[in-house]
């Protein structure tokens, strides 16, 4: 019997699965071995049991499990949702049950049904929590929250270590107070091994104001001791040209976070095409539904996928502002309660101050960093004490 004829063997025994992905692994070395030693052959019950009893079971990991898995998919569904860029149990978890209706062409329940299925079995494989769970259970994956460093140790010790994996963080100021200087600093930062403040993966960076520059990129690399060519090619760059096609972009994002190990999206900035496009109170309704819809997605995708999301927001004015600082974030309050995480950034002569605004369990405070060739840094009379603004 021929290698090809073993392999075909092989995925006919299996209860699921793709014939495509047996013949994609013959030109892949790394996967014949597991092909040679796990040949079905003709054997008798006795023997058939204690190799059951002995060989390791491997699981394929999460993100690889088609949706085909999932009792009720058929061989039709499956290609609407494929069409839909839904390709795995994952990116039908992370889909809202109205975009699934829409891909299928159904009704709601239906969507909700084949949403609750993805659920259920990442629960089962351990990849989300039950719906009940322990508080101590939660605590202890607290403790094993990723993070990743921003460059400033003031910035890192306001935000408890860094931006945090799962969540999402944002950054909203005015013009130069030093947001796009930020994301460009966790553009390298995130490439680092953990030893160095970073998660060892790659980054999207979704730009909507056309402020992406690899020359700054290549600069902090040089100036933090980097070699920048690895790192340009760690940064995956799409340019939001509307807010249909900023949806569209973050809707197709589970296929590139499978192929280049994403731990680190970035949103340049989260509401400007939305600001722009939807003028008057006419349409306000209609703009805060579709931004809603956006960073909810936003939300599922770092808590589905693992990765960490970083959103830059644009400010304005208040003009009923007597006292204080009249400047807010735009967005209203569905940006300000989709937000893990909220930072307040300005400028205060040559230096920056970020101040935790909103936080389920950070302290509200501030803290220095400046701008310089490292990207963001903390300033140099405060290298060695890190004083804290308060």
Same mark, same amino acid.
């Given at each position: 019997m021929?290698?090809?004829?073993?392999?075909?063997?092989?995925?006919k025994?299996?209860?699921?699965g793709?014939?495509?992905?047996?013949?994609?692994?013959?030109?892949n070395?790394?996967?014949?071995?597991p092909f040679?030693?796990?040949v079905?052959?003709?054997?008798d019950?006795?023997?058939?049991?204690?190799?059951?009893?002995?060989?390791?079971?491997v699981?394929?990991?999460?993100?690889?499990?088609?949706?085909?898995?999932l009792?009720g998919i058929?061989?039709?569904t499956?290609?609407?949702?494929?069409?839909?860029g839904?390709?795995?149990?994952?990116?039908?978890?992370?889909?809202?049950?109205?975009?699934?209706a829409?891909?299928i062409?159904?009704?709601?329940?239906?969507?909700?049904e084949?949403c609750?299925?993805?659920?259920?079995?990442?629960?089962?494989?351990?990849?989300?929590?039950?719906?009940?769970v322990?508080?101590?259970?939660?605590?202890?994956?607290?403790?094993?929250?990723?993070?990743?460093?921003?460059?400033?140790?003031?910035?890192d010790?306001?935000?408890?270590?860094?931006?945090?994996?799962?969540?999402?963080?944002?950054?909203y100021?005015?013009?130069?107070?030093?947001?796009?200087?930020?994301?460009?600093?966790?553009?390298v930062?995130?490439?680092?091994?953990?030893?160095?403040?970073?998660?060892?993966?790659?980054v999207?960076?979704?730009?909507?104001?056309?402020?992406?520059?690899?020359?700054?990129i290549?600069?902090?690399?040089?100036?933090?001791?980097?070699?920048?060519?690895?790192?340009?090619?760690?940064?995956?760059?799409?340019?939001?040209?509307?807010?249909?096609h900023q @949806?569209?972009?973050?809707?197709?994002?589970?296929?590139?976070?499978?192929e280049f190990?994403?731990?680190?999206?970035?949103?340049?900035?989260?509401?400007?095409?939305?600001r722009?496009?939807f003028?008057?109170?006419?349409?306000?309704? @209609?703009r805060q539904?579709?931004?809603?819809?956006?960073?909810?997605?936003?939300?599922?995708?770092?808590e589905?996928?693992?990765?960490?999301?970083?959103?830059?927001?644009?400010?304005?004015?208040?003009?009923d502002?007597?006292?204080?600082?009249?400047?807010?974030?735009?967005?209203?309050?569905?940006?300000?309660?989709?937000?893990t995480?909220?930072?307040?950034?300005?400028k205060?002569?040559?230096?920056?101050?970020?101040?935790?605004?909103?936080?389920?369990?950070?302290?509200?405070?501030?803290?220095?960093?400046?701008?310089?060739?490292?990207?963001?840094d903390?300033?140099?009379e405060?290298?060695?004490?890190?004083?804290?603004v308060?």
């Amino acid at each position: 019997m021929s290698f090809l004829e073993l392999n075909v063997q092989r995925r006919k025994s299996q209860p699921s699965g793709s014939l495509k992905a047996a013949f994609k692994n013959l030109n892949n070395p790394a996967t014949m071995v597991p092909f040679l030693f796990k040949v079905p052959r003709e054997k008798d019950e006795q023997s058939k049991e204690a190799e059951s009893n002995t060989s390791p079971k491997v699981s394929p990991p999460v993100s690889d499990i088609e949706i085909d898995e999932l009792e009720g998919i058929g061989p039709a569904t499956k290609e609407k949702l494929n069409n839909a860029g839904i390709l795995t149990v994952t990116d039908l978890a992370v889909k809202s049950p109205s975009e699934v209706a829409e891909a299928i062409g159904s009704d709601l329940a239906r969507a909700v049904e084949l949403c609750g299925k993805a659920r259920i079995k990442l629960v089962e494989l351990h990849y989300l929590d039950d719906d009940f769970v322990p508080a101590s259970e939660i605590y202890k994956k607290r403790k094993a929250i990723e993070r990743i460093s921003t460059g400033s140790k003031n910035l890192d010790d306001l935000l408890a270590g860094g931006i945090e994996s799962q969540a999402v963080t944002e950054f909203y100021g005015e013009f130069g107070s030093g947001k796009t200087q930020i994301c460009h600093t966790l553009c390298v930062m995130v490439q680092q091994p953990k030893e160095q403040g970073g998660l060892s993966g790659t980054v999207v960076y979704i730009d909507t104001e056309n402020t992406f520059r690899p020359e700054r990129i290549v600069g902090i690399a040089q100036a933090r001791g980097y070699d920048p060519d690895p790192v340009l090619n760690g940064i995956i760059v799409a340019k939001a040209y509307n807010s249909s096609h900023q @949806e569209l972009i973050l809707g197709e994002l589970g296929a590139r976070v499978r192929e280049f190990r994403v731990r680190l999206v970035i949103v340049d900035s989260a509401v400007a095409h939305y600001r722009a496009e939807f003028l008057g109170r006419g349409t306000l309704s @209609e703009r805060q539904q579709r931004l809603n819809k956006f960073m909810h997605a936003l939300v599922r995708t770092a808590e589905i996928y693992n990765l960490a999301v970083v959103a830059t927001n644009q400010v304005q004015s208040s003009p009923d502002t007597f006292f204080g600082d009249p400047t807010k974030a735009t967005g209203g309050h569905v940006v300000a309660h989709t937000s893990t995480y909220r930072v307040y950034v300005r400028k205060t002569g040559k230096n920056r101050v970020a101040r935790m605004v909103d936080s389920p369990y950070h302290p509200e405070r501030e803290a220095l960093f400046v701008l310089d060739e490292k990207g963001i840094d903390d300033p140099p009379e405060e290298s060695s004490s890190r004083r804290r603004v308060t």
